[in-house]
């Protein structure tokens, strides 16, 4: 009992730590985006609406770790096909930071299937069907702490703290 009040604290004061401007989304451009050079476009979008890289790499994912990443879709029929393709070519993970940096990363991604996306957001303008969707973004706060701990374990080497000079410019 006194253990759990205190995990719930502790999350609590996590929560509000990584919260404002510290929030962190993980995000990630799949092997369609690599495929297609997108990367660079991709990149730039979530640097001109002004979050901060904090981390990125590229990686030939193992299916070991792609079945980690998507878990709570294990039980879908289309799981396997999904994990085929995102272990078919190298993907780019990233952590972007900033003011609800998960929330409106999702925006900026549109929906799920790009045929509901809204011109003007990342699938909405650069793909067409569901199973190549060409990005990754974190859901909530909380998946986007546990992606980042999947995709860059050692948080003092692989995600990095910077003052960005531009800070007081993009926050009143
Ligand atoms: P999102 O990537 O928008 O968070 P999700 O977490 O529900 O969506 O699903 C993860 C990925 O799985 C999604 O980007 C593409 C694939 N996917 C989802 N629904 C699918 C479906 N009905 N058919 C094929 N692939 C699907
Ligand atoms: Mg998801």
């Not at 190549?132 to 703290?161: C, M, Q, Y």
Request: overall charge neutral; charged content about 25%; some cysteine.
């Amino acid at each position: 009992m006194v253990l759990c009040t205190f995990l719930t604290l502790l999350q609590f004061l996590f929560e509000f730590i990584m919260s404002g401007k510290n929030e962190r989304t993980f995000i990630m451009i799949k092997p369609d985006g690599v495929q297609r050079g997108l990367v660079g476009k991709i990149v730039q979008r979530f640097e001109e609406k002004g979050f901060k890289l904090v981390a990125m790499k590229m990686v030939w994912a193992e299916e070991d770790l792609l079945k980690k990443h998507y878990a709570d879709l294990s039980s879908k029929p289309f799981f396997p096909g999904l994990v085929k393709y995102m272990s078919s070519g190298p993907v780019v993970p990233m952590v972007w930071e900033g003011l609800n940096a998960v929330k409106t990363g999702r925006f900026m991604l549109g929906e799920t299937n790009p045929k509901d996306s809204a011109p003007g957001t990342i699938r909405g303008d650069y793909c067409i069907e569901v199973g190549r969707n060409i990005i990754h973004g974190s859901d909530s706060v909380e998946s986007a702490t546990k992606e980042i701990n999947l995709w860059f374990p050692d948080k003092k080497k692989d995600v990095v703290d910077w003052a960005s000079w531009a800070e007081k410019w993009i926050y009143e």
